[in-house]
C-alpha cells in the first residue's frame, strides 16, 4: 500500500525524522489559507498523487507570493499528471500540500529497501539526489552508496559513518546525518514497510538534514498490525480493476501489453510473462488466481482481463498443485457464459486432475479456446494470436 507524501511525512514526525512545516489542501481557499498560517514569503505547492517525478511533470512549484499560491494552486489542483511513473493516462490531482521554504545547502538522496539476495534491509544514499535514481542506478551505480543492516542487531552508528562518509560530509555534519538515518530505519523496521525513499533529502546551510519529500510503500499482508496506516489508505489512486481483483482473492497488476496471463502462483506468473517476453509479446497483466481459485474467481478474473481494450489473447497457464485444473476448466465455461470472451484464449493445463480439464474443454467444443502442449508451446500461441497471425 502506498500513501501520499504528505502522509509519510505525518509519520516521519512521529520518529523525530526532521521534515519541512506543511499542510495538505483540498482547494485553492484552503491552500492560501494553509500558506498563511506557514507565513514566510516562499512556499512549495505540490500535487499529491501516488507516482514519482511530480517535479518534472509540473506538480511542483515555487511560490514567492500568497498571489503565486492561489495562481499555482489554481492551476495544479484538477490537473492531470503525466510523469514517468503514471503512465501516459496520468493521475487526476486532487489534494495539494503547502510547506514552507527550505534554505537548500545541498540535495541528497536516501532510501531503504529489502535486498532479498542478502535476506536483510539496505540502505541507500547518494549525492544526486533530485535526480530519477533508476538512472543513475543505470547509468552511474558507482555514485549510490549501500549498506546492508541485518536486523538482528538493527541500525548501529557504524552503518550510518559508513554512508556518510561514502556522500563526503564533512566531519560536523556525521552526527546529525547519522540520527537521521536512525530515526529512518526505525521507521522502516516498525512499521512494516517495504519502501522509503527521500528524494531529495535536504542539507540545510546551517548543516541540518530535511526530508524535502517522502515515498513509502507498506506490505500490505502487514496492514492488520497498522490500522492507524491503513485507514491512510486513498482508494481513488489505485487502479480500480486491483482493486476488485482484490476483493476475489485475485493479484492482478494491469501492464501495457496486449496478451493478457492468467496464472496460478507468483513465480509461475512471473515466469510465464518472461516466456512471453522472450517469444516476442507483450503482457498486458499480472494475474495470480492464487491456490482457492474456483469457477467464479477465473470468470472474474476473465471479465477484469476482457475490460482492457489492449488485450488481444489470453494465455492461460496453470499448474494444478493445490488448484484442480477441472476448476479452471469449469471457470474458463462459466466466463463463455457471463463474459464476451472476444479473442483467443490459449490454455495450458498440467498437474491435478488436468486430464479431466482437457476433456471438459475438448467436450465444450467452443471456437476461440485453443489448447498448448507446455509453457512454450502456449506462449507462443498466445503471442502470434495477439499479432492476428494463425496459431
Known amino acids: 500500500m502506498n500513501i501520499h507524501e504528505y502522509q509519510a511525512k505525518e509519520i516521519f514526525q512521529k520518529y523525530n525524522v526532521p521534515t519541512p512545516r506543511g499542510y495538505v489542501a483540498h482547494s485553492v481557499e484552503e491552500a492560501v489559507s494553509n500558506a498563511e498560517k506557514l507565513g514566510g514569503s516562499i512556499w512549495v505547492v505540490k500535487a499529491q498523487i501516488h507516482a514519482g517525478g511530480r517535479g518534472l511533470g509540473g506538480g511542483v512549484k515555487l511560490a514567492r507570493s500568497l498571489e503565486e499560491v492561489k495562481t499555482l494552486s489554481s492551476e495544479i489542483l484538477g490537473m492531470t499528471l503525466v510523469t514517468h511513473q503514471t503512465g501516459p493516462e496520468g493521475k487526476l490531482v486532487q489534494k495539494i500540500y503547502i510547506e514552507e521554504g527550505v534554505d537548500i545547502a545541498d540535495e541528497l538522496y536516501l532510501g531503504v529497501v529489502l535486498d532479498r539476495a542478502q535476506e536483510m534491509p539496505v540502505i541507500m544514499a547518494s549525492l544526486e539526489g533530485g535526480m530519477e535514481i533508476e538512472n543513475v542506478a543505470h547509468d552511474s551505480p558507482e555514485k549510490i552508496i549501500k549498506v546492508a543492516v541485518d536486523p538482528s542487531i538493527g541500525f548501529q552508528p557504524f552503518h550510518g559513518r559508513a554512508l556518510a562518509f561514502g556522500l563526503g560530509l564533512q566531519k560536523e555534519e556525521i552526527n546529525n546525518f547519522i540520527k537521521f538515518a536512525s530515526a529512518l530505519y526505525t521507521v522502516y523496521m516498525e512499521n512494516d514497510v517495504e519502501m522509503i525513499e527521500i528524494n531529495p533529502l535536504v542539507k540545510t546551510k546551517s548543516g541540518n538534514f530535511v526530508a524535502l519529500d517522502g515515498k513509502v510503500g507498506f506490505d500490505d499482508n502487514a496492514l492488520y498490525r497498522h490500522p492507524e496506516i491503513e485507514a ?20 492482478y497488476v494491469k501492464l501495457d501489453g496486449n496478451v ?11 515466469g510465464t510473462m518472461d516466456t512471453i517476453n522472450y517469444m516476442g509479446g507483450f503482457p498486458a497483466n499480472f494475474l495470480d488466481v492464487g491456490g482457492g481459485a474456483n469457477a467464479q474467481t477465473v470468470a472474474k478474473g ?22 484442480r485444473c477441472d476448476r479452471i476448466a469449469n471457470g474458463i465455461l462459466e466466463a463463455t457464459k457471463l463474459v464476451d470472451v472476444h479473442v483467443p484464449v490459449i490454455v495450458r493445463l498440467d498437474g491435478t486432475n488436468a486430464p479431466e480439464a482437457a ?15 507446455d509453457l512454450g508451446d502456449g506462449a507462443r500461441k498466445a503471442v502470434a494470436a495477439a499479432k492476428g497471425e494463425l496459431v
Open 260 to 270: 493478457g496471463c492468467m496464472v496460478n502462483g507468483a513465480g509461475l506468473a512471473m
Open 232 to 251: 491512510m489508505r486513498d482508494l481513488s489512486e489505485e487502479n480500480p480493476a486491483e482493486r476488485e481483483a482484490s476483493n476475489f482473492g485475485l493479484s
Open 359 to 373: 476433456e471438459i474443454l475438448r467436450n465444450a467444443n467452443i471456437k476461440n479456446i485453443i489448447t498448448a502442449t
Open 302 to 323: 476473465f471479465e477484469i482481463i476482457l475490460r482492457d481494450p489492449n488485450v488481444k489473447s489470453i494465455f492461460v497457464n496453470i499448474f494444478g498443485g493445490i488448484v
